[in-house]
Antibody, heavy 119, light 112 residues
Framework: EVQLVESGGGLVKPGGSLRLSCAASGFTFSSYSMNWVRQAPGKGLEWVSSISSSSSYIYYADSVKGRFTISRDNAKNSLYLQMNSLRAEDTAVYYC????????????WGQGTLVTVSS | QSVLTQPPSVSGAPGQRVTISCTGSSSNIGAGYDVHWYQQLPGTAPKLLIYGNSNRPSGVPDRFSGSKSGTSASLAISGLQAEDEADYYCQSYDSSLSGFYVFGTGTKVTVL
């Protein structure tokens, strides 16, 4: 059974940093690209970042470029999101999601971790 | 800043059929990119409902169907059930933005 479990969320002051983790199991993690997607309270889904299976290709939304860094450790079956220079508008539930090979749809999602940026 | 537009809400009585539209442009849906649909039940993570425009993952009832034409896509729910009350999002890709994945604005389905 595919499982994605995020951790690392919490309350942080504006300008602060946080590192999210996503532990993957139930599939060959090293073979799949992964995404981070966020959802602000009461709002819709927003794509944040993507990373290919070998970390060769990395993409960011304009809203986080230069502040967030996606990475992965295939030996540990883990995905990460380093978030720096956090702003109030980064407050959201952050989901990690597995990318389906054939169509690039997001076929499995974690339960999410809440990041609150507030003074 | 969603580039895919959905109606904010649709509603229907149990057993009825409802459809949700997803309108894009020539840089996303109209460029030939696949459209996927996700269902988000209250307080839970999104779940893949339709992939590759019209395909259902294993376990998704055949009451759910998807289609795509031109710069738009649609999700239909036939035989509406109480457990279908949720938020629904379309998703595609966009060639005009550095943002790669684009989501729809989301539609709340209410079962009357």
């Amino acid at each position: 059974e595919v499982q994605l479990v995020e951790s690392g969320g919490g309350l942080v002051k504006p300008g602060g940093s946080l590192r999210l983790s996503c532990a993957a199991s139930g599939f060959t993690f090293s073979s799949y690209s992964m995404n981070w997607v966020r959802q602000a309270p009461g709002k819709g889904l927003e794509w944040v970042s993507s990373i290919s299976s070998s970390s060769s290709y990395i993409y960011y939304a304009d809203s986080v470029k230069g502040r967030f860094t996606i990475s992965r450790d295939n030996a540990k079956n883990s995905l990460y999101l380093q978030m720096n220079s956090l702003r109030a508008e980064d407050t959201a539930v952050y989901y990690c999601a597995k990318i389906q090979l054939s169509t690039a749809a997001l076929d499995y999602w974690g339960q999410g971790t809440l990041v609150t940026v507030s003074s | 800043q969603s580039v895919l537009t959905q109606p904010p809400s649709v509603s229907g009585a149990p057993g009825q059929r409802v459809t949700i539209s997803c309108t894009g442009s020539s840089s996303n849906i109209g460029a030939g990119y696949d459209v996927h649909w996700y269902q988000q039940l209250p307080g839970t993570a999104p779940k893949l409902l339709i992939y590759g425009n019209s395909n259902r993952p294993s376990g998704v009832p055949d009451r759910f169907s998807g289609s795509k034409s031109g710069t738009s896509a649609s999700l239909a729910i036939s035989g509406l059930q109480a457990e279908d009350e949720a938020d629904y999002y379309c998703q595609s890709y966009d060639s005009s933005l550095s943002g790669f994945y684009v989501f729809g604005t989301g539609t709340k389905v209410t079962v009357l």
